[in-house]
């Protein structure tokens, strides 16, 4: 279970925009508390794009000044995301996998509430860079792309779309196709947001049967259109406010939840004016989509031989990097350089001095008194001459203990730590960069576990799990879980 929220259209009060937002993140925290997100288009001339994302709750995220600057930035587009992971979905902490999802030049965003069980099918099938079955949903809509030129092609496929709607935008709803042509059995409620030329937006909304959204019309208060998973989130965000309930009208009506099936457009346009669609998704064969009964394996593709024009390039307000990682703030950077010879004596095995005492010595002196004749619970103390040992500090308090350590567990040390202690040596080491570097190994860590997570799931859906399996599997994560909580640790000292 996942919250999406947001809303389309510049706004006359600013203040109350904003006040309203933030109170419906606040409120949709109880549907997602693993991470929260947001992208959003500045307007009026203002060629940018806000985007950020954290593995934190909402009620923790409204107080970053990222987003806290939208008031200031006033968006006439917004989608909002509070995310709860699922099996399998990949994990918050890898901070990719969560929403929304973002085309390469940023001005395309989804966020999606659900599920899609043909995930592990179609990311063979479609370009995704994440674990998040939630990012597939956005390359199905990005490759209808390749037909952006060909009208006639697009108005035969969509013979049963509105007259009215614009050749630009032909492509686009051929994209929304694909996806329910693709996606069969997945829960969704989905937000795609689009940046168009100048200070022309677009939204998307739609949702099947298994997931809920609603729809507020705020043009006469606010020169808006909000959307959020329920209505009680709206009325309590609207309760909790200080600003929007004093011109929001206590009778102010929602659409409870959108119709199944249906998919809503609605188009900002460089004038300002709304241009609100809606089309429904026919399913009454199993590839029969859209009214349409030609038989989809027969209809000749035709290939584009132009590329799909992009608008010049535009500034992109993160605070994440290439990755998708969050960039540490200049405090945390310098607090990092302090770490790395701690973190590299004891993880690494380098020797590097820090003023007048070694790392080593600094972590002996500190932990001296907690690590006084203790042992690490669940571990038994093997002959010294297994070369399968080694002895480690516990910082987490457990004292200094013997371990035999697992073939994942080793893995993950031998390789992906040689390879921060190869840059260490290299004498070009920049703080910043080891941070992204020693983040990706950890993310390279909680990836594994979660495929080993996988793997015990599938054996016990087949039935070949045996019991020896099992020890192995808990033990192997065992040692992975106390090699990165020893990690965490160092890095709060």
């Excluded at 009026?44 to 107080?63: A, M, T």
């Excluded at 085309?103 to 479609?126: T, W």
């Excluded at 909790?240 to 309930?245: D, H, M, N, V």
């Excluded at 300002?272 to 669609?277: C, H, M, S, T």
Aim: net charge negative.
């Amino acid at each position: 279970m996942c919250g999406i929220v947001g809303y389309i259209g510049n706004s006359t009060d600013p203040a109350a925009t904003f006040d309203l937002v933030n109170q419906l993140m606040i409120k949709t925290e109880p549907r997602g508390l693993d991470a929260t997100g947001f992208w959003a288009t500045t307007g009026k001339g203002d060629n940018r794009v806000i985007y950020h994302k954290e593995p934190v709750k909402s009620s923790l995220f409204v107080k970053h000044d990222l987003w806290n600057s939208l008031e200031d930035h006033n968006p006439n587009l917004l989608i909002g995301h509070c995310r709860w992971t699922s099996f399998g979905g990949g994990p918050e902490k890898v901070n990719k996998n969560n929403h929304p999802h973002v085309s390469k030049d940023f001005r395309v965003a989804l966020v999606h509430n659900g599920k899609i069980p043909e995930y592990s099918y179609l990311k063979k099938k479609y370009d995704v860079t994440t674990e998040c079955d939630s990012e597939v949903l956005l390359r199905i809509f990005e490759s209808a792309e390749d037909h952006h030129d060909q009208v006639a092609y697009l108005r035969k496929e969509l013979s049963k779309v509105w007259d009215s709607t614009p050749d630009s935008l032909l492509y686009r709803i051929f994209g929304l196709k694909k996806v329910f042509l693709e996606v069969t059995h997945g829960a969704m409620a989905v937000a795609i947001g689009e940046r168009l030329e100048g200070d022309a937006r677009s939204l998307f909304l739609f949702r099947n049967e298994h997931r809920p959204l609603c729809v507020i019309d705020l043009r006469k208060t606010l020169g808006q259109i909000f959307f959020c998973s329920t209505p009680e989130i709206f009325r309590s965000a609207v309760d909790a406010s200080t600003i929007a309930k004093e011109i929001i009208p206590a009778n102010q009506s929602v659409i409870p939840e959108l119709l199944e099936n249906w998919i809503y457009s609605i188009v900002l346009d460089k004038d300002n004016e709304f241009e609100v669609r809606r089309l429904k998704v026919n399913k009454i064969r199993k590839y029969g989509y859209w009214d349409q009964s030609v038989d989809e394996e027969n209809i000749e593709i035709p290939k584009s031989s132009t590329k799909l024009i992009r608008f010049p390039t535009m500034e992109v307000i993160s605070h994440l990097n290439a990755s998708e990682e969050l960039i540490p703030t200049a405090t945390e950077t310098e607090d990092i350089k302090s770490l790395l010879p701690v973190v590299a004596e004891s993880l690494l095995g380098l020797s590097i001095p820090v003023g007048t005492e070694t790392s080593s010595t600094i972590l002996k002196r500190k932990y001296a008194a907690k690590n006084k004749n203790s042992r690490h619970a669940g571990y038994e103390v093997e002959d010294d001459d297994d070369e399968n040992e080694t002895e480690t500090d516990d910082v987490c308090g457990g004292g200094t203990h013997m371990r035999r350590e697992s073939a994942v567990s080793s893995k993950i040390l031998n390789n992906g730590f040689q390879t921060v202690k190869d840059w260490l040596n290299s004498d070009q080491a920049d703080a910043s960069a080891i941070a992204e570097l020693v983040a990706e190994l950890c993310s390279n860590a909680e990836s594994a576990i979660s495929e080993i997570s996988t793997h015990v799931y599938n054996k016990v859906q087949e039935g070949s799990l045996t019991q020896s399996s099992v020890e192995d599997a808990y033990e192997g994560l065992k040692e992975v879980v106390n090699d990165l909580e020893s990690i965490k640790c160092l890095l709060k000292l």
